[in-house]
């Protein structure tokens, strides 16, 4: 490589480190590096996940656990394909559709493993998530991050926050980034920015790297934004034709990227929707 191509590479890839640029954890005091090898498993997976930029398309195939083989993941393989070739950053998946599709994964899509569930559409406690796998199967699987529920009120609370706090710890000694799904156990409060504030407080309190969460509205988002130093990105719902529209608002206001699931697989062209998503939230 000479002079040039280097050169060429720094400016254009900006090698700087997203991770430690970003999230605040560069200037690493003495007691921090006694965790070093942990962190560097962290810095290296928050890469993956987030690009140059510090944002992060991330597209939730993870439905199926919970809802069967809805439209649009029923046959995942393909699904898989469209999200790749729209260029998504990373994809949540639970632990059997990642080890039955390992031959898509990887290179420049990262792999979000979802850890919790036991608690299908039909299961009269919704709000009881327990743990179907651990941080350890995730990293077997290839996994750049797990997802983990935390649900916020309601009866399943302790067990679920519980739970977020012990898996911190495990991706802690692991090195591995922390996605915490904060949702209010309430319908009725699944936008209500005082539930979601709390919940991305909770989720950093707790040890999460990264905390998805529904979007509330523009008045309240900076406040969500604020309630924690850990980058927010916002969960998709139902598909509604304004989602990129939200999209747009959400990162003007702060949030690092997006997880969206129904509105890119129910999508007419899951590729090119993932294609607007990137547009959107790279530019
Ligand atoms: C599905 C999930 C999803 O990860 C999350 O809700 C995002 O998907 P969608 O945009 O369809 O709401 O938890 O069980």
């Known amino acids: 490589m000479n002079i040039n191509s280097k050169f060429f590479c720094k400016k254009n890839l900006n090698l700087k480190n997203t991770y430690n640029k970003d999230f605040g954890i560069s200037k690493e005091s003495k007691r921090i590096k006694i965790r070093r090898k942990g962190m560097s498993g962290k810095i290296v997976r928050m890469n993956r996940i987030f690009k140059a930029d510090g944002k992060t398309v991330i597209v939730a195939l993870d439905h199926g656990q919970f809802q069967g083989p809805i439209v649009g993941i029923a046959d995942i393989q393909t699904t898989l394909k469209n999200v790749k070739c729209g260029q998504a950053d990373a994809v949540i998946l639970n632990p059997g559709a990642i080890q039955d599709n390992a031959q898509i994964l990887g290179g420049n899509l990262a792999v979000l493993c979802r850890i919790t569930g036991a608690s299908t559409n039909y299961s009269p406690s919704f ?8 941080v350890r199967n995730a990293i077997s699987l290839g996994a750049d991050g797990v997802v983990v529920m935390g649900f916020i009120g309601g009866s399943g ?9 012990r898996i911190a710890e495990d991706c802690s000694v692991a090195g591995v980034p922390l996605i915490a799904e904060m949702l209010p156990q309430s319908p009725d409060h699944f936008t209500d920015p005082k539930f979601i504030s709390l919940g991305v407080r909770v989720a950093y309190e707790l040890g999460a790297d990264i905390v998805k969460v529904y979007y509330t509205d523009e008045d309240s988002f900076s406040q969500v934004i604020n309630s924690a130093k850990i980058p927010v990105v916002i969960a998709g719902g139902p598909k509604g034709k304004d989602a990129l529209e939200t999209a747009k608002e959400a990162i003007e206001l702060g949030a690092k990227g997006v997880a969206y699931g129904r509105n890119v697989f129910q999508a007419e062209d899951q590729a090119d929707y993932v294609r607007k998503l990137v547009e959107l939230v790279h530019s």
């Open 157 to 165: 609370e302790n067990q679920s926050l519980e739970l977020l706090g």
């Open 127 to 134: 709000d009881y998530h327990r743990l179907i796998s651990s």
